[in-house]
């Protein structure tokens, strides 16, 4: 079977197992970079030719391009999900449950505001007028929260209870609850 017929049918697959628009937008793009890969450089079309090798080779090539190892392995997470299908459904491929590299991811480290940095930002809202007031209460709410501004847009008054807050559209779509501190009361 050609690659790109194979990677039509899974996107069709992943359409009919209800995947949001923007994960089939996704993986359409990174499968479409693997297969102009194997086109062009491997020069494999046809499923059957498929081995970790090639991916491997992806992988190193997608590397020495510069991208980092998060990137890669987002496109790998894709090559594999698509050649597992194809392995599960007597397609080709190979089984990549047993035989599957990924690569090496630097840990980010996430520079957190300092105390003086937390202060000038809430000292920029200082005043009586709404705007400040209510610029003031943001800012409160996401640093005694930990929230996200997406989570905090999304939320609602039925939310906010008088102790606790229900945030409902978290990262994975899961629910969690997070408490209201004398501080953020205040504000």
């Avoid at 050609?2 to 992943?14: F, N, P």
Wanted: aromatic content about 10%.
């Amino acid at each position: 079977m050609r690659l790109s017929a194979a990677i039509q049918d899974y996107l069709i697959e992943i359409e009919v197992r209800k995947y949001t628009p923007k994960t089939i937008k996704g993986y359409r793009t990174n499968l479409g970079l693997f297969l102009r890969y194997c086109e062009e450089n491997a020069r494999v079309n046809k499923l059957e030719d498929l081995t970790p090798a090639i991916v491997r080779q992806f992988a190193k090539y997608m590397v020495d391009r510069g991208r980092k190892g998060t990137y890669v392995n987002g496109l790998l997470k894709s090559i594999k999900s698509f050649i597992q299908y194809c392995y599960d459904e007597d397609m080709g491929g190979f089984n990549t449950k047993h035989n599957f590299k990924w690569c090496k991811e630097e840990r980010p480290v996430i520079i957190a505001f300092k105390p003086d940095h937390v202060r000038a930002m809430l000292n920029d809202c200082s005043g009586g007028d709404y705007m400040a007031v209510r610029d003031r209460a943001v800012l409160t709410m996401l640093f005694e929260t930990g929230i996200r501004c997406w989570e905090l847009c999304c939320m609602r008054p039925e939310d906010i209870h008088e102790d606790f807050i229900v945030i409902a559209n978290g990262k994975g779509h899961k629910q969690r609850v997070v408490p209201i501190t004398a501080i953020l009361y205040k504000a």
